[in-house]
């Protein structure tokens, strides 16, 4: 049963405008959460992450908001640029310094000049 | 350069034949974990360990084995590979736990037939 979900497998989006992945879950015992880019061909690299105590933590055109409530975040890049392009999988952990990472299925972003 | 490296990078075999993953880390990280990935599945988690000699169940351990003898490297052990263990393999490693960044190799293309 997939405790962390991506519901949109891709999404495009133009040059300069801005990107909005979002992922939901169902386990209310995630605390942590994070997400991670990924190219292929190459493993996953780390791009930002959120703790449940916050609603939003920014780094540069990333910025990841956190709706505990709805079980719900997302990640807005702003502005999107071509080599954004990639797969972009968010992931939850029970607490911070977890052993057990979760992912979602993963959401494609094309980035068009 | 810190990195994490995985032998071999593709592999074919049959089904039955046992087969080794090696995964090694030069960050002298004390967490180590394995992930598979597969279309419409995202990333799960196959096993992970804390430290030397300590290791643990991630989400999807059925059909695997792992050992820590030493902090840089964690195998990762099909004793008996079935065609439903055809997948993307990743190892990836971290200070400590999956909230701190984990850094990825860049993969293991397993094919069981």
């Known amino acids: 049963d997939q405790q962390v979900k991506q519901n949109s497998p891709s999404l495009s989006v133009q040059e300069g405008r801005i990107s909005i992945l979002n992922c939901d879950y169902t386990?209310?015992?995630?605390?942590?959460f994070l997400w991670y880019k990924k190219y292929p061909a190459e493993g996953p690299t780390f791009l930002i992450s959120i703790s449940s105590i916050k609603d939003k933590n920014e780094d540069g055109r990333f910025t990841v908001f956190l709706n505990k409530s709805a079980k719900h975040l997302s990640l807005h890049i702003v502005p999107s640029q071509p080599g954004d392009s990639a797969v972009y999988f968010c992931?939850?952990?029970?607490?911070?310094?977890?052993?057990?990472?979760?992912f979602g299925t993963g959401t494609r972003l094309t980035v068009i000049p | 350069e810190a990195q994490v490296t995985q032998n071999p990078r593709y592999l074919i075999t049959v089904t039955g034949k046992k087969l080794t993953v090696t995964c090694s880390q030069n960050m002298n990280h004390e967490y180590m974990s394995w992930y598979r990935q597969d279309p419409g599945l995202g990333l799960r988690q196959i096993y992970y360990s804390m430290n030397v000699e300590v290791t643990d169940k991630g989400d999807v351990p059925e059909g695997y084995k792992v050992s820590r003898k030493e902090k840089r490297n964690f195998p990762l052990i099909l004793e008996s590979p079935s065609p439903n263990q055809t997948s993307l393999y990743f190892c990836?490693?971290?200070?400590?736990?999956?909230?701190?960044?984990?850094?990825f190799g860049p993969g293991t293309r397993l094919t069981v037939l």
């Open positions: 992931a939850a952990s029970p607490a911070t310094g977890a052993n057990n990472l979760f």
């Open positions: 386990n209310s015992m995630f605390d942590y």
């Open positions: 990836a490693s971290s200070r400590q736990g999956v909230t701190d960044t984990q850094y």
